[in-house]
């Protein structure tokens, strides 16, 4: 914005500002994408102030209570900076955020830690503080899905589900979803498998609910790389689609007697073609790449790939990953 004096101005509008007007420039518009990053900046501030200890006392909670209108819980229990087995952990950044913007688009519960987490010793049978009196008091149909952050070297791919020991239909259709949206970058129950004794996924199966975790690497987190956008985006169509099939599914935590279970791997292949497919129709195929597109690589040389991919992807010692302190979570042991 510039004030006049006796020149006449032409925006690039087209509009003439004479003398002594105050030209304010419009041209340069917020785009979608960041409005939705300025929102969640917001909205993540809570979480992020204190050096991520957060902005309220120490255990402290924002709860969200949708569950008479909606089944599904969303919880952040790394929002802010917590323990593990006694010793100072980091919060799982932009976690809280994500939390509360995917469950706002989709009218659903959301349940994050705003203060830092006091050492409860990874033990539910003694802990006893809001957040966990908000899980042992949703209604038995509660989907419960926990939303943490995992370092970018820690997956091959940008996101990873752990199922825990007893998934339910519900679940299995969830993760078959978040495959779909994320065209195949999923793992599932590979490295953060969600069984270990002091996850929300283990105690609230064992209570039973259908429960899940989903991790995220920071890329995908990270306001500042501009993907947190799309992360809601298909987060939340995941989880639309999945409660969509609700009706036909059971919430018990445990499979159908006999039922097989879901060939997700199939379903991340197959995501994965329609990603490459997409990329590579805008060019014509050269005859030495359909010449080898008919005949599939063996095994040994599909695992000579795998693990050239998995190199790659641990040598970028990332420069998105630490620069924020965030721990490196490399095992399920560490969820």
Same mark, same amino acid.
């Given at each position: ?268 292949? #197959?995501?994965? &073609?329609? +990603?490459? *497919?997409?990329?590579? @129709? %805008?060019?014509? /195929? ?5 010449? $080898?597109?008919?005949? #599939?690589?063996? &095994?040994? +040389?599909? *695992?000579?790939?795998? @693990? %050239?991919?998995? /190199? ?5 010692? $990332? ?9 490196? *979570? ?6």
């Amino acid at each position: 914005m510039r004030r006049l004096g006796t020149w006449v101005a032409v925006t690039m509008s087209g509009v003439i500002f004479l003398q002594g007007c105050t030209i304010s420039h419009h041209g340069n518009k917020q785009s979608e994408s960041e409005k939705q990053i300025s929102e969640f900046n917001k909205r993540n501030a809570k979480y992020s102030a204190n050096n991520n200890d957060g902005s309220e006392p120490d255990d402290s909670i924002r709860w969200v209570d949708r569950t008479k209108t909606s089944p599904l819980v969303l919880v952040a229990p790394h929002a802010t900076n917590h323990h593990r087995r006694g010793r100072p952990k980091v919060a799982d950044l932009y976690t809280g955020g994500i939390t509360e913007m995917v469950a706002d688009k989709l009218h659903a519960s959301a349940l994050t830690t705003t203060g830092k987490v006091s050492d409860w010793h990874d033990n539910w049978t003694t802990r006893d503080d809001k957040f966990t009196r908000v899980l042992k008091g949703l209604p038995d149909n509660a989907i419960v899905v926990e939303l943490h952050g995992m370092d970018d070297s820690s997956s091959d791919e940008p996101v990873s589900v752990g199922t825990g020991d007893c998934p339910s239909p519900m679940t299995d259709d969830i993760v078959r979803r978040l495959s779909e949206t994320h065209h195949g970058q999923v793992d599932i129950d590979s490295g953060f498998n969600a069984q270990a004794s002091y996850t929300v996924t283990d105690f609230m199966q064992k209570r039973g609910h259908s429960a899940m975790q989903i991790e995220m690497d920071h890329a995908i987190r990270d306001p500042k790389q501009g993907r947190t956008p799309t992360t809601i985006t298909r987060l939340s169509t995941a989880f639309q689609e999945a409660l969509a099939d609700l009706p036909t599914l059971s919430t018990k935590p445990t499979r159908e007697e006999n039922a097989p279970e879901p060939n997700i791997d199939k379903v991340r292949e #197959s995501e994965k &073609k329609k +990603s490459s *497919r997409k990329k590579n @129709s %805008t060019r014509p /195929k050269t005859e030495a790449e359909n010449s $080898s597109s008919k005949r #599939s690589a063996p &095994k040994s +040389s599909r *695992r000579s790939s795998d @693990s %050239t991919k998995k /190199k790659s992807k641990s040598s970028r010692t $990332s420069e998105n990953s630490n620069h924020d302190g965030e721990p490196r *979570r490399r095992s399920s042991d560490q969820d």
